[in-house]
Structures are given as structure tokens and as C-alpha cells.
């Protein structure tokens, strides 16, 4: 071998120690992170500041590579100091960790990680809102500069479930008009290729109108929301939109709407296994009660499984009282079931309606053989004021229910059952007459003018 080719070879060897050696230190620094890592975890426990001291040094030690393990360690950061009250460090090891979401590791655990982080402060009690607002949008930023649009989207809607469950309505409504503008093409229109996104949104808002009783613009979102074919949406989203569906229907005394309404959303909610289903099988027996109908609600293949649910009991109880016309029944089972249904501030709004209907249907079989009866004797058949008896006699002589009237004086009911069904009918018939002669002579007086 030549003297050149010895200088090639120990060249070769001189440049193959190097190589072997920068592996080497390469892998001696990764380990001695990892092991700095590990060791800060196990001072969590003894030692919450120096356990955040000994995670900045495996910071420190990346020499601002913004690797994964500078990643956990800013992640772990930041819970600490959230873990001891002290939100503003908190915030400021927040600033210095959203840097590492946009290179340190796989897309999935980087939205894990802010994910982990963004439920923490959004669950918790003790941190005030305008921070937790800071610390969403401080990501909202990072994930719009990185053009993340998905995990944006995602992370909005979850800022505004927050500020609804918090009913920060002016907040959420802004956040709204966001997700819907990222959802709109260039003319305004809503972008049926984002079906899924404005599915999400429509339910949103759609549970913010209901809770500001905003019927006007629920009624539009409702039908909108409805009409989007182009996705296939979560049940429990669909159960929500149909439950406030519902909801507005009972506002306007549409009960047959409502039930239908309330009956889609309990089979959605039961097929997407969320607990929201026994309270609309509630209102769902509600709507069926208001509006007469003599069909059992648990009757059907769906409900029957739950009507001897425990939470459920009292609603069937109920109906059966209601079909039997039984108001002292049901007025107990009010009772002895405050908190299964009394305790519901939606159920509550309509109890007044309920009892009225079962006191109507009572009074009206009450009534059938006198053609006079006492105020007193109805008050305590029916157990109400005579006041509430004289309202009640009232409305029913109104809408024809009843033919009679109210003796002030003797305080008693006088009915006129015992006229013929031919005067009722010459009465109708007069009635109409002088209706129609009114009409003649108001046409005859425009034409003369």
C-alpha cells in the first residue's frame, strides 16, 4: 500500500470517528433530557416550584431546538403553575409552548396537548373567564398563523360551548358570526360542503335563542338547520336542535309540533347514548297531556324500555292520573315528585296548563246532571280557590264549552240545558243574521260615499 493510499484510509477512519462521535453526543443529549424530563416529574409530588424549575432546564438543554421534549415539558409547565393558582406565569409558559405546536411533534398529539390544556382551564372554577378567554386566544392566533383551519374551527366551537354553558351571550355571539363567516362562500351564502361545521354552529345558536326566548330568529335557524342535507350529523347534535325545536313549538301552544319534536330528539339522544334522553322523554309525555291526545306515549317501541325508570316513574305515574282524570292523584304525585318534575324550570312553566286541562276535563263531567250547582260544592270537587272556579266557568262559557251563566249574587252556576238544541240553533242562526246585515250596511255606506 502507497504512502496516498495510507493518508486516504486514515482520512476515511478520522472522518468515521467524527460522524460516530457527533451520533454519539447527539444521543448522550437526548438521554440526558429524557432523564431530566423524568426526574422534574418525580419532584411533582414533593415540590411543585422545583419541579417547574428542573422542567425549564429540559428546555434549556434542547438549546432552543423547540423539540418534543421541550414540548412536554412547557405542557407540564403550564399545568403546574395552573395546578398552584398562579395564572399569569400560567399564561406567560403558555405563550412559550405555543411556538412548540407548530413543529415539534405529529398534528394529532399537538391538538391532544392544547386540547389537554384548553379543558383544564375551561373546567375549573377558580379561574376567571377573561383569562380563560386570553388563553383561547392566544391559540386561536397560533393556529391561524400555522393555517390549522380544522383544529381552529374545533377549538372555537369549544370557546363558545363555554361562554354558552356561562351565558356570556355577547361573547358567544361574536364567536358565532366567526364560525359562520369561516363557513361562507365569497357571495355570503352558507357553504352546503361544510355541512357538518354549520350543523355544529346552527345547534349553538340555536341553543342561544332558546335560553334568550328569541323565537323570531330561532324559528329561521331551526328551519335552516333542518334543511342541511349535505352531512350526516351526530345525533346528539340533531337531538339538541330538535330539542329546542320542541321547546319553541310549547312557547307557541303548538303541542302537536312539540311532541313530534321532542320525540325525534329523545330517539336521537337514546341512539347516541347521552343522558339527555330522559328529560326529553319527559317533555315528550308533557306535550302528549297538552294536547289531549289519548294515545300513551309509552306505547311506543322506543319509549317503552324507560316507563319504569326510576327517573321516569313519577311522568308515567302522572299520565295515568291524567287519563283517569284523577286531579286529586296527580296533584299528589306533583308533589311527592318535586324534584323529578316540579324541580324543571321547563316542565314548571307548564303544570298551569296541565292542571287546567284535567280541572276542564273534571268540571265538564262534574256539570253533566245539574242544571244549577254551587260555586262552593265545585271549588272543593276540584280543590281551588272559588275565585279560580269562577275563571275557569268563565272561559268555558266563552269558547262554548259550557251554555249558562254565573249567578254573582247566590254564587252558583246556572246551566241551560234545559233549552232545546232548536233554540241553540235560531239563536246561531240570528246571530249570524245580524252579522251579515252589519256587513251589508258597511258596504252600502262605502258605495254612497
Known amino acids: 500500500m502507497s504512502d496516498d493510499e495510507d493518508m486516504m484510509y486514515d ?34 409530588d414533593e415540590s411543585i416550584p422545583d419541579a417547574i424549575k428542573s422542567y425549564e432546564k429540559v428546555v434549556d438543554l434542547e438549546n432552543g431546538e423547540k423539540g418534543e421534549w421541550g414540548f412536554k415539558a412547557l405542557k ?21 409552548f405555543l411556538p412548540y405546536t407548530k413543529s415539534s411533534a405529529s398534528s394529532n398529539y399537538i391538538e391532544k396537548g392544547i ?15 377573561d383569562m380563560i378567554q386570553k388563553v383561547f386566544d392566544l391559540t386561536l392566533k397560533s393556529l391561524l398563523d400555522t393555517k390549522n383551519e380544522r383544529v381552529w374551527f374545533r377549538t372555537n366551537l369549544k370557546l363558545a360551548k363555554l361562554l354558552f354553558e356561562k351565558a356570556e351571550y355577547g361573547r358567544l355571539a361574536k364567536i358565532l358570526r366567526d364560525l359562520h363567516k369561516s363557513c361562507e362562500l365569497e357571495d355570503g351564502t352558507d357553504d352546503q360542503k361544510k355541512g357538518s361545521q354549520l350543523v355544529d354552529i ?5 341553543q342561544m335563542y332558546t335560553e334568550t326566548k328569541n323565537n323570531k330568529k330561532l324559528k329561521d335557524l331551526y328551519k335552516k338547520a333542518l334543511e342541511i342535507k349535505s352531512a350526516i350529523p351526530h345525533p346528539r347534535i340533531m337531538g339538541i ?26 330517539k336521537n339522544y337514546d341512539e347516541a347514548g347521552n343522558s339527555r334522553r330522559i328529560q326529553c322523554l319527559k317533555y315528550l309525555v308533557l306535550a302528549c297531556m297538552l294536547m289531549l291526545s289519548t294515545i300513551n306515549p309509552f306505547d311506543s317501541t322506543e319509549a317503552k324500555p324507560y316507563k319504569n325508570d326510576p327517573d321516569i316513574l313519577a311522568m308515567t305515574n302522572l299520565v295515568m292520573a291524567y287519563e283517569k282524570n284523577d286531579i286529586y292523584a296527580f296533584e299528589k304525585i306533583l308533589k311527592d315528585n318535586r324534584k323529578t318534575i316540579m324541580d324543571d324550570p321547563f316542565i314548571r312553566m307548564y303544570i298551569e296548563d296541565l292542571l287546567r286541562n284535567i280541572r276542564t276535563q273534571v268540571l265538564l263531567k262534574l256539570l253533566k246532571p245539574y242544571t244549577r250547582i254551587r260555586i262552593s260544592f265545585i271549588s272543593k270537587e276540584l280543590n281551588i280557590p272559588s275565585s279560580d272556579v269562577e275563571s275557569l266557568l268563565v272561559s268555558l262559557i ?4 259550557i251554555r249558562g251563566s254565573i249567578d254573582q249574587v247566590n254564587q252558583q252556576l246556572e246551566l241551560d240545558t234545559a233549552k232545546s238544541s232548536a233554540y241553540w240553533k235560531y239563536t246561531s242562526i240570528h246571530k249570524w243574521a245580524n252579522q251579515i246585515g252589519q256587513l251589508n250596511n258597511g258596504i252600502n255606506n262605502k258605495l254612497v260615499s
Do not use: P
Not at 386540547?115 to 373567564?129: A, F, G, H, P, Y
Open 76 to 96: 407540564k409547565i403550564t399545568k403546574l403553575y395552573f395546578r398552584i393558582g398562579d395564572f399569569d406565569n400560567m399564561l406567560e409558559s403558555f405563550k412559550k
Open 115 to 129: 386540547n389537554s390544556i384548553l379543558d383544564m382551564v375551561s373546567s375549573s372554577n377558580t379561574i376567571e373567564l
Open 398 to 401: 266563552l269558547d262554548n264549552k
Open 11 to 44: 482520512d476515511d477512519e478520522y472522518f468515521d470517528d467524527d460522524e460516530d462521535q457527533d451520533q454519539n453526543d447527539s444521543e448522550s443529549e437526548g438521554v440526558e433530557i429524557e432523564n431530566q424530563y423524568y426526574n422534574s416529574k418525580g419532584l411533582i
Open 241 to 266: 336542535i330538535r330539542e329546542c325545536g320542541g321547546k319553541m313549538h310549547m312557547a307557541e301552544k303548538e303541542w302537536e309540533k312539540a311532541h313530534t319534536d321532542f320525540f325525534e330528539a329523545f
Open 202 to 206: 346552527y345547534a349553538l345558536e340555536i
